[in-house]
């Protein structure tokens, strides 16, 4: 099996790990503070942190820092590449310190009148203790990230996929433990419980981010990481990655733009409605994370290589490979999931049938952007491995003035699922433009017809079958219909596109 496809699976297997404690500690939450404002106060108050993290750790920083520490890593060896590093590293503790500092001073402002404007006093007042003590996990993030991309750049991808599960472990921690007021019986044994209510579910968020750190060090020793404490912002190394890094950044403020808008509409749809949308985003990103986010991740290194080193045949098959392997993947998880998805929810979240039809519609309507989204997990990357950033910029700023303007009329229309429609529909949009841009720049990156024909038959073909199994298998529990017929439709399509989906096996 080639680099590539090993490397995914591994990061597959703990994107799955992680998706599956994510689950549980959405499980724990849903059924201790349902579709509560404590809980919207909760999830939107991440946002502006979530903002900082992506701009300056794990998001924007990363991915322009990977290309060209694999270039300095292949060309003038691991020392260089380390000390490389180290700048970077300084200058994003610091960066992210200054940031939060004044973030922290500025919080009530932001709250009130950015994040959730239409939310009661009390729950904006909730809103803004929670945000600051995001923070400190923030500034943990802006080490922890780039701890990841530096073993990504090694070809070293195990700790980095684990990192996640630890910073899920951290978030279960503080809503069994934290959280709750009686402690929870689990085989037996009672487990203790501080009462802190949703503050802990916030205390297990900066444990989470610590564990995320602590369990990447044993990796980076293997690697001989050696820290230096300087700054060498005029390198020639420096600058490229802070090319690199400028339109990312920009990239990634227009990206998350997107929760902010998302939270700052459905604040003012009632009770529950920002937690809708995040648990319908949720359900999405467990197969979004698991291929198309692990693949890209996977697929960075290398095809940064061949496109430096000359070899654009390679990487022109690697990206169509990568393509090819998710329309084969994607598009039966979007459609089939969708159809079995009411009874799964209503026996995972235990919510009242209209609250359990909210969080569905929810899910169905960002699952069918799901395509897009892992389409574009390939898409930007492959702007990013030339180190060509602007185009991915350009689309995100077009994408993200779509979305507000079509979220505006959309939620007004159909009101908090208008946001999720509006999500779907220009992300998918931007991964397709941005596919046809890299097309028209190498031929043939983009020559998935045939793929794309052959995986809507089968789906199709799965879709009625689905049908009528669930219409035929009354003597069944509901949820158990729909767990046997969706994971049997999903897995029969899969075996039926193998040929579409081998390709990416062979990828270096």
């Given at each position: ?463 009625l079958l689905v049908y009528l199994f669930l219409s035929q298998a009354a003597f069944l529990p509901a949820f158990l219909q729909s767990a046997i017929a969706v994971t049997a439709s999903i897995c029969l399509c899969w075996w039926l596109m193998r040929h579409e989906i081998s390709p990416i096996l062979d990828v270096q």
């Amino acid at each position: 099996m080639k680099l590539v496809a090993k490397s995914s699976l591994i990061i597959a297997f703990f994107f799955g790990i992680n998706k599956i404690l994510g689950f549980v500690r959405q499980l724990f939450v849903a059924r201790q503070f349902q579709l509560s404002y404590e809980l919207d106060a909760f999830n939107a108050a991440n946002n502006i942190p979530d903002l900082l993290a992506a701009l300056l750790s794990g998001g924007a920083l990363a991915i322009a820092l990977i290309p060209v520490l694999t270039e300095t890593l292949d060309k003038q060896g691991r020392k260089e590449a380390w000390q490389l590093f180290s700048n970077v590293l300084n200058l994003a503790f610091i960066v992210t310190g200054l940031i939060s500092v004044i973030l922290f001073i500025v919080t009530p402002f932001f709250i009130n009148n950015i994040v959730v404007p239409g939310f009661p006093q009390e729950y904006q007042q909730l809103s803004i203790e929670i945000m600051r003590l995001n923070l400190l996990a923030v500034m943990t993030f802006s080490i922890s990230g780039l701890f990841m991309a530096g073993l990504q750049a090694n070809r070293h991808f195990l700790f980095p996929a684990i990192a996640p599960a630890m910073y899920n472990i951290g978030q279960i921690f503080g809503v069994i433990i934290l959280a709750p007021a009686t402690g929870y019986t689990i085989l037996g044994i009672t487990l203790p419980a501080f009462g802190l209510g949703i503050h802990g579910l916030v205390y297990g968020v900066i444990l989470g981010a610590l564990l995320h750190l602590l369990i990447q060090v044993p990796a980076l020793i293997k690697y001989r990481f050696h820290w230096e404490p300087k700054l060498r912002l005029r390198s020639a190394a420096i600058r490229k990655v802070l090319v690199i890094l400028a339109p990312r950044i920009a990239t990634m403020f227009f990206i998350q733009l997107f929760y902010i808008v998302r939270d700052n509409l459905a604040s003012g749809m009632g009770e529950g409605a920002v937690t809708a949308l995040n648990l319908g985003w949720f359900i999405m990103q467990v197969p979004e994370a698991m291929i198309g986010t692990a693949l890209g991740i996977a697929i960075l290194p290398s095809i940064s290589s061949a496109i430096m080193g000359g070899r654009e045949p390679e990487f022109i098959k690697s990206i169509n490979a990568a393509l090819r392997a998710l329309f084969a993947i994607t598009i039966p998880i979007a459609v089939l999931l969708s159809i079995g998805l009411f009874p799964l929810v209503e026996l995972a979240f235990g919510y009242e049938p209209a609250d359990t039809q909210r969080v569905v519609l929810a899910s169905q309507v960002y699952l069918a952007g799901l395509v897009g989204h892992a389409l574009l997990e390939i898409a930007s990357r492959a702007f990013y491995a030339k180190q060509k950033p602007i185009i991915p910029l350009y689309a995100a700023i077009l994408n993200a003035l779509s979305y507000f303007l079509l979220a505006l009329v959309l939620s007004n229309w159909f009101g908090f699922i208008g946001i999720a429609i509006s999500n779907s529909v220009v992300f998918t949009a931007q991964a397709i433009i941005m596919l046809f841009i890299l097309n028209r720049q190498h031929k043939g990156i983009f020559a998935v017809k045939k793929t794309i024909i052959k995986v809507f038959s089968w789906t199709a073909g799965s879709a009625l079958l689905v049908y009528l199994f669930l219409s035929q298998a009354a003597f069944l529990p509901a949820f158990l219909q729909s767990a046997i017929a969706v994971t049997a439709s999903i897995c029969l399509c899969w075996w039926l596109m193998r040929h579409e989906i081998s390709p990416i096996l062979d990828v270096q």
